[in-house]
C-alpha cells in the first residue's frame, strides 16, 4: 500500500510524525521515534522569551527590575526550568540531525517581529531541514483589534520567509475571527504549511493558595473534531501543506484528518502516554484500513471530505450545526 505524501514539500512515507513534544529533548527517543517510522521529527519550541532573557544576561537577572520586558518575563519560567536554552537548543539540532536520516523540523515560538528571529537562520544553519512557527498569542488587550492581532501573524511569516530557505510551517490556533482568511493571508506569504491546531492549555484556579495553577491534561480523540473542520474547509483552498495535531491517537484519527485534508499528522499525547512505539501501531493501522477499504493510496483519499467541493460551505456548516442541536434524544 503507498501511504506515501507531501508535506513542507518532504516526499515522506507517510503523514505520521511526532509533534512538538519534550520527547525530542533525549536522544534515545528520537531514534526510538525513528525506528517507530516517524516520517519527520519536530521539535519543541525555542521561546522568543528565552532568547531575549539570554540577550539581558540572565532570566534571573531581569527578574528583580521594574521594566516592561523584565516584569513580563517574571511570569515566565525561571531559566534552570528549561532543559534547552538558546545555544543548547542549535545543538541539538545538530545532534538530531546527526541522528536521525528524516526531516528534522525546528520551532519557534514568539509573537512579535523582532530580532529574536534571527534564531531561524541560526536553526538553519545548525541543520534543521524545516521550521514550525508558533505564533502563540493571546489577545487580552481590549484596544487591539482582531486585523492587528493576526497581522502579527503575517509580519512573523514574512520577516522569517525574508531570512531563511527551508520549508515553514506556521502553528495557529483556532481562535481567529476571520481563520479561514488568515490562513489565505499566510499562504500568500509563501508558508509552505499550516499546522491545525496548538493547544491552548487553560490555567486552573487554587482556591487554598489563591494562585494561578499551570495545567497540563493530554488531548483525546475528541479533540480532534475542531481540526477536522478546519482541515476540510481550508483543503484545496490554500497551496500550502495541511498538518492536523491535536487528538490523534487512533488509526481512525489519522484516517478522518487524511480524508479532512491533511498531508501531515502529528502525534503528541499519545506518544507521551503509550510511547514512541504507538506511532507504529497507527501507521500498520492506518495501511490496513486503507487496504481493507480497497484504496489504492492514500493520496487517493487525501481531501476526499473537504469542503472545497461544496458550493456554499457556510451553508453547510449551518446545516451540520442545526442536524446535530436536533439529533439529542432522551
Same mark, same amino acid.
Given at each position: ?41 519536530v521539535m519543541h519550541s525555542l521561546f522568543e522569551e528565552q532568547i531575549e532573557g539570554e540577550e539581558l544576561g540572565t532570566i534571573g537577572v531581569v527578574e528583580p527590575h521594574a521594566e516592561s520586558f523584565a516584569e513580563a518575563l ?48 541560526? *536553526? ?43 520549508? *515553514? ?99 503528541v499525547s499519545a506518544l507521551l502516554r503509550d510511547g514512541p512505539e504507538r506511532l507504529r501501531v497507527v501507521r500498520d493501522g492506518l495501511e490496513r484500513w486503507l487496504v481493507e477499504h480497497e484504496y489504492e493510496s492514500l493520496r ?31
Open positions: 500500500m503507498d501511504l506515501s505524501t507531501r508535506y513542507l514539500g518532504f516526499e515522506l512515507p507517510h503523514p505520521l510524525m511526532p509533534g512538538a513534544s519534550p520527547l525530542v529533548d533525549d536522544l534515545d527517543s528520537v531514534r526510538r521515534l525513528e525506528d517507530a517510522g516517524a516520517a519527520a521529527i517574571s511570569y515566565f519560567p525561571r531559566r534552570d526550568e528549561f532543559r534547552l536554552g538558546p545555544e543548547e537548543y542549535l545543538e541539538q539540532v545538530r545532534r538530531i540531525r546527526r541522528a536521525v536520516g528524516v526531516p528534522v523540523i525546528a520551532s519557534l515560538n514568539g509573537t512579535s517581529s523582532a530580532g529574536w528571529l534571527r534564531y531561524a537562520e541560526l *536553526i538553519e544553519e545548525a541543520g534543521a531541514h524545516g521550521l514550525e512557527l508558533n505564533v502563540y498569542h493571546v489577545a487580552t488587550d481590549s484596544g487591539e483589534t482582531s486585523a492587528s492581532v493576526e497581522r502579527r501573524v503575517i509580519d512573523v511569516v514574512r520577516a522569517v520567509k525574508a531570512r531563511v530557505a527551508i520549508p *515553514i510551517a506556521v502553528k495557529l490556533s483556532p481562535f481567529y475571527s476571520s481563520l479561514a482568511r488568515l490562513a489565505l493571508e499566510i499562504d500568500r506569504e509563501g508558508a509552505d504549511g499550516i499546522v491545525l491546531f496548538n493547544r491552548f492549555y487553560q490555567p486552573d484556579i487554587d482556591t487554598e493558595s489563591l494562585e494561578v495553577a499551570p495545567v497540563l491534561e493530554l488531548s483525546d480523540s475528541s479533540e480532534l473534531c475542531l481540526r477536522l473542520r478546519w482541515l476540510a474547509i481550508l483543503s484545496g483552498r490554500v497551496r500550502a501543506s495541511l498538518a492536523a495535531t491535536g487528538g490523534v491517537h487512533t488509526a481512525i484519527d489519522a484516517v478522518k484528518a487524511v480524508m479532512a485534508g491533511a498531508h501531515g499528522v502529528q502525534m487517493q483519499m487525501q481531501g476526499s471530505m473537504g469542503l472545497a467541493r461544496c458550493p456554499d460551505p457556510a451553508a453547510f456548516e449551518r446545516g451540520n450545526y442545526a442536524r446535530v442541536l436536533q439529533s439529542w434524544r432522551r
